[in-house]
């Protein structure tokens, strides 16, 4: 028979092709025949077991080296093929030179022969990869803080537990919506930067802003955001590490306050010595000016004079809340002191067209600083007139009523109602918080803060209800304080300082 050296050629390359193949995927093939216990490996098998192909003891020196764990699981899986004709398993190998490997094998009868055909596969490079993966999947999971991917396009990919957590929607919700869905509409176009940044492979660090939990409630945050590539290096979305730092931002805010408030004291103590003695001499000339004056309605203008005088050297000593009562508290009632101030703003009021109305249905006594309820009536009115267009209504009532919240304990309510455009709700959860203010020009964000300090001082309580709305806009102040009979009880603490 003539051998037709051209085909010899072809084999010979087409089996070259499939060693160097096996060699680059570190493949090898086995051949095995349970019935005469006989194996045939392939170079490159020996190369991953680094064992010697001219060695008789070869299976004796393959089973020493499979891990001591993986013996009996890869036994039992080599007596099951010879029954079935398959097996697949994945075992720990010590390699003489290499140390601990991960193999992959797997292997069937062809036909109804008896011998088995299969390969080998180091995997350890994959298992190591596969590892890495678990374990960070469990650094990120167990993370402290809200850690998730997207595309470039904005949409979630990935949603860590605690990005559950912190702002409230699951994973199931979150991936595959818009990652917009937890930032305020006024700040979309700050993730349209920040993509375009991720874009061109910057990274962008420690970028505090806000976000929206599932509640409504808004967050401040800090986030970390790197690019994400795929194999090529391409880069296909972003990994973001965000971390709630509402608490902090509120301490530094408490922190500023307390310094500003500091500032303040001192700035009232040098107002208070600085504009005292001159208030002093003016209050000597009016008297002196009463003793002299003749006509009833000159002495009756200069004795309001001076009322209105000794209540601005009260004020001066008592700035911003930081000077302590000497006169203490006393029973009143809320309408001896209510009346003079409608006729201290009327001409305020007057000269905006405000119709300015008090109310007064009962009036229990209060036990309180005569001086700080007419400081918290005036701050209220002042800011109602303050906030009311001109033709506007303010209504001040005054009526006994029984707390709203808490014990149920009787009291005084007094009620400051106006027709103004309203308060955004955004702003009224900060009313009350000193340096707020929403009268840009005039403000100092101290009235309502001074206010709710002498409330609270009294053992009462102040709420504000307010609308936006066209047509039915307006805000109302209401103030509780406890009747006298009950504050009696304890009268200490109305003496201490605001």
Not at 274 to 290: C, Q, T, W
């Amino acid at each position: 028979m003539t051998i037709d050296r051209s085909q010899t050629n072809v084999l010979e390359a087409s089996e070259e092709r499939f060693r160097l193949a096996q060699s680059a995927a570190q493949i090898g093939t086995w051949e095995w025949d349970a019935q005469g216990d006989t194996r045939s490996l392939s170079p490159e098998l020996h190369r991953i077991f680094g064992t010697d192909a001219d060695d008789p003891d070869n299976p004796e020196v393959w089973a020493a080296r499979v891990h001591p764990e993986d013996r009996e699981l890869l036994r039992r899986q080599m007596e099951e093929a010879q029954q079935t004709g398959h097996i697949e398993v994945e075992y720990r190998y010590n390699h003489p030179d290499l140390g601990l490997r991960w193999l992959y094998c797997k292997g069937a009868r062809v036909g109804d022969q008896t011998r088995l055909f299969g390969i080998v596969q180091d995997i350890t490079a994959r298992k190591a990869a596969e590892e890495a993966s678990h374990r960070l999947a469990a650094i990120v999971e167990s993370s402290d803080d809200a850690i998730v991917s997207k595309d470039l396009n904005g949409i979630v990919t990935s949603w860590n537990a605690c990005a559950e957590r912190m702002f409230g929607y699951t994973s199931k919700e979150m991936v595959g919506s818009s990652i917009t869905r937890i930032i305020p509409p006024e700040l979309h176009g700050d993730e349209l930067r920040i993509l375009q940044t991720i874009a061109r492979g910057e990274r962008i660090e420690h970028f505090e802003t806000t976000r929206v939990k599932k509640t409504g409630e808004t967050i401040d945050v800090s986030l970390t955001i790197s690019p994400v590539k795929d194999q090529t290096g391409k880069i296909i979305g972003a990994a973001k590490i965000a971390r709630d730092i509402t608490q902090q931002k509120k301490a530094e805010r408490i922190l500023r306050t307390s310094e500003r408030l500091a500032s303040v004291g001192r700035l009232a103590a040098t107002v208070a010595h600085e504009i005292n003695n001159p208030l002093e001499a003016v209050m000597n000339l009016v008297y002196l000016a009463k003793e002299r004056a003749d006509q009833p309605d000159v002495r009756k203008f200069l004795v309001a004079a001076e009322e209105e005088l000794e209540r601005i050297s009260h004020l001066t000593k008592q700035t911003l809340g930081f000077y302590r009562e000497t006169k203490g508290a006393s029973p009143i009632k809320v309408s001896a002191v209510l009346s003079p101030l409608i006729s201290v703003f009327s001409s305020r009021s007057r000269n905006k067209g405000i119709d300015v109305r008090p109310e007064i249905r009962q009036d229990p006594d209060i036990y309180a600083v005569p001086g700080e309820i007419r400081q918290l009536i005036a701050n209220l009115l002042s800011n109602s007139i303050d906030a009311v267009d001109s033709a506007g209504r303010i209504r001040v009532r005054v009526s006994a009523t029984r707390e709203w919240t808490g014990q149920g304990r009787c009291g005084v309510r007094i009620s400051v109602a106006d027709s103004g455009p309203g308060i955004p709700e955004s702003a009224r959860s900060q009313l009350f918080e000193p340096f707020f203010t929403t009268k840009q020009e005039v403000g100092t964000g101290l009235g309502l803060w001074v206010c709710k300090s002498i409330v609270e001082k009294h053992q009462g309580f102040i709420r504000v209800k307010s609308s936006t709305t066209p047509g039915k806009s307006g805000t109302v102040f209401s103030v509780f304080l406890p009747a006298a009979q009950q504050q009696m009880a304890a009268p200490k603490n109305l003496k201490q300082a605001v």
